[in-house]
T-cell receptor
Framework: LAKTTQPISMDSYEGQEVNITCSHN???????ITWYQQFPSQGPRFIIQ???TKVTNEVASLFIPADRKSSTLSLPRVSLSDTAVYYC?????????????FGAGTRLAVHP | KAGVTQTPRYLIKTRGQQVTLSCSPI?????VSWYQQTPGQGLQFLFE???????NKGNFPGRFSGRQFSNSRSEMNVSTLELGDSALYLC????????????FGEGSRLTVL
């Protein structure tokens, strides 16, 4: 299973763009890269998922280089409500198994 | 479409007791995964069930067990509770195929005294 490494914490201010990078050197061919957001005492919530290149949705963008050994979650113009823990996962249901393992996550604090 | 429902939301037990937690997945989802979350260990994978069969299991002792019913609802059981079992237990449902987006419930917060 691919292990992920991401910064333990980050600080930002309202209105800024935040980029959180995740390393996953041992990513497998079938693995997808998925990011989740978690608020205290709640379950994680899906943000974005990608396989290669760039993916964008209404809340974030995900940049994946050609070698797929890292990925960057980009949150445009953060607000106080974006203060949360962000998890990077690599894995899939390849072979019929849930191989989605959470790392330690990045605790993002957005300041006024 | 209703989300993932976990019951009970909060519970307090004493050491040595056992506990059963329930999870109702999103309608149509056949995969249910369980995670334990503690401040020190983060989110740890317990096990996953798909069509009533355990497909994958994390590195937890045999005191932790689960099952899935024909309607995809799942239960997990922890026997002989220890203080270290105090945690937020999260259930996630998924279609169980492909890239596997997980949909989490609010969790069951267990406190062992």
């Amino acid at each position: 299973l691919a292990k992920t490494t991401q910064p333990i914490s980050m600080d930002s201010y309202e209105g800024q763009e935040v980029n959180i990078t995740c390393s996953h050197n041992n990513i497998a061919t079938n693995d997808y890269i998925t990011w989740y957001q978690q608020f205290p005492s709640q379950g994680p919530r899906f943000i974005i998922q990608g396989y290669k290149t760039k993916v964008t949705n209404e809340v974030a963008s995900l940049f994946i280089p050609a070698d797929r050994k890292s990925s960057t979650l980009s949150l445009p113009r953060v607000s106080l409500s974006d203060t949360a823990v962000y998890y990077c996962l690599v894995g899939s249901f390849s072979g019929g198994y849930n191989k989605l393992i959470f790392g330690a996550g990045t605790r993002l604090a957005v300041h006024p | 479409k209703a989300g993932v429902t976990q019951t009970p939301r909060y519970l307090i037990k004493t050491r040595g007791q056992q506990v059963t937690l329930s999870c109702s997945p999103i309608s149509g989802h056949r995969s249910v995964s369980w995670y334990q979350q503690t401040p020190g260990q983060g989110l740890q994978f317990l096990f996953e069930y798909f069509s009533e069969t355990q497909r994958n299991k994390g590195n937890f002792p045999g005191r932790f067990s689960g099952r899935q019913f024909s309607n995809s609802r799942s239960e997990m059981n922890v026997s002989t509770l220890e203080l270290g079992d105090s945690a937020l237990y999260l259930c996630a449902s998924s279609s169980g195929q492909g890239n596997g987006e997980l949909f989490f419930g609010e969790g069951s917060r267990l406190t062992v005294l």
